[in-house]
C-alpha cells in the first residue's frame, strides 16, 4: 500500500480526533514523576543544600525558574497591580 504524499488531513483536522486529552500525562511522565516524588522525600532538602553551596549559579537558576513571571497582587487602591520580574545573569545581560 503507497502512502498519500504530503499532508493526509485537511489544515486543523487530525487522524485521532478524540486523541489524548489535553493536559493528560503519557505513562514515561507519570512514571517519571513517580520516581522523581519518591527521590525527593528521601533526598530533597540534602539535595538542595548542596546544590546551594556547590552551584551557587545553578541553583539560584533553579530558583529563579520555579518563581512565575508574573504576580498579581493587590495595588495601592486595593485594584490589581500587576508584578513583573525580570532576571539578569552574572554578567547583567
Known sequence: MT???GRPFKPGQSGN????PKGSR???SEAFLSDFCELWTEFGFDALRKMATRDP???ASM???LI???SEHSGPDD???ILEIRWK????K
Not at 545573569?89 to 547583567?92: F, I, L, T, V, W
Open 3 to 5: 502512502r498519500p504524499r
Open 17 to 20: 480526533p478524540a486523541g489524548r
Open 26 to 28: 503519557n505513562k514515561l
Open 57 to 59: 549559579h545553578s541553583f
Open 63 to 65: 530558583a529563579a525558574a
Open 68 to 70: 512565575p513571571k508574573q
Open 79 to 81: 485594584g490589581p497591580q
Open 89 to 92: 545573569d552574572a554578567e547583567g
